[in-house]
């Protein structure tokens, strides 16, 4: 069986009325008389065919295949059931009742609980510098959170005080510019720089004096070295010590004279000894060997030995002058 059939069999009619009835004639307007006589045509027609005697429906008109049926009411449902099977009227009242317990005990946890005193959070919100929290509260609770926050500060700073007040912490120093000055570098840098200058005094110094006072320098330096193999006293039987004070020349020793020279004189710098004698000097320094032994200085080194003899011997007449008396 097609499905043209199977629809026309369970949801098509036929209209019985319809076909006892008697047909109506259709009435038509007869245009052929509307042509006759004056025709007035546009001009303006351009080869459009403006006859309304000519069908419009030949083409554009809707195209009508037969008739349909109309539907049959039926008193039976024709849907079918998938699935499980509705629940029965005993179940769904069940079913109704428990969610209706169930909503009324929710109702009811929610009115208690908005019945119960509130439970304020005490560690939130809004606090003032004195601890207590800022709105309208009692003097007990303002009292209790100020005395909360000076316990939890006398805590504090027990625990980590000296974190917080710098105890034992380093000084830092800074520049004009804001950067931290590493201490130990810096003074690391000031002794190395006063070392450099140590250094640069002491070659100045050197570079001052003469060849003689280097000598004596290196001399003594070697006397040092070799004094801790010596016994702690000298006696008269000291050869090296007899033989230095036999070296050893003085302007005003009246019996120089008499000594024989074992050798020509030279300087410590090895260069030779002025053969022609020189008045002494304050200083102790000999005139070189280039000299010609004329005197040419204005008589300042005389004058103050012979100041410094008179001021002598005053002090040893007054001492005996009151020793006399």
């Known amino acids: 069986m097609s499905r043209a059939e199977y629809l026309a069999k369970n949801y098509l009619t036929a209209d019985k009325s319809s076909s006892s009835r008697p047909k109506k004639k259709r009435k038509r307007n007869d245009l052929s008389a509307a042509t006759t006589g004056l025709v007035i045509q546009d001009d303006d027609a351009l080869g459009w065919d403006a006859n309304p005697t000519s069908n419009p429906s030949d083409d554009d008109g809707p195209l009508i295949i037969g008739t349909a049926k109309p539907l049959r009411k039926t008193k039976t449902s024709n849907w079918k059931t998938v699935g499980v099977p509705p629940p029965s009227s005993s179940d769904q009242a069940a079913a109704d009742a428990i969610l209706r317990s169930a909503a009324a005990e929710r109702n009811a946890l929610a009115a208690a609980a908005d019945d119960a005193p509130a439970i304020l959070d005490t560690d939130s919100g809004p606090r003032m510098e004195s601890g207590a929290m800022a709105g309208l509260q009692s003097a007990a609770d303002v009292a209790a959170a100020v005395a909360a926050k000076r316990r939890a500060e006398r805590a504090a700073f027990e625990r980590d005080g000296d974190v917080k007040t710098g105890k034992g912490a380093e000084t830092i120093y800074r520049d004009a510019s804001g950067r931290v000055i590493n201490v130990a570098m810096a003074r690391a840098e000031v002794r190395a720089k006063e070392k450099e200058e140590e250094k640069k005094k002491r070659e100045i110094e050197e570079a001052m004096r003469a060849p003689a006072q280097r000598e004596q320098e290196r001399k003594r330096k070697e006397d040092l070295k070799d004094i801790r ?16 004070l036999k070296e050893r020349e003085r302007w005003n020793d009246p019996a120089a004279g008499f000594v024989t020279k074992k050798k020509a004189g030279k300087s410590v710098s090895g260069k030779p000894l002025c053969k022609w004698p020189a008045a002494p000097n304050r200083y102790g320094i000999r005139p070189g060997y280039r000299w010609d032994g004329m005197d040419r200085g204005n008589g300042f080194e005389k004058k103050w030995f012979d100041a410094r003899n008179r001021a002598r011997e ?8 009151e020793m006399d008396e």
């Open 229 to 244: 193999f010596k016994p702690v006293a000298r006696a008269q039987d000291d050869e090296e010590m007899n033989d230095e």
């Open 314 to 321: 005053r002090k040893q007449m007054e001492v005996q002058w």
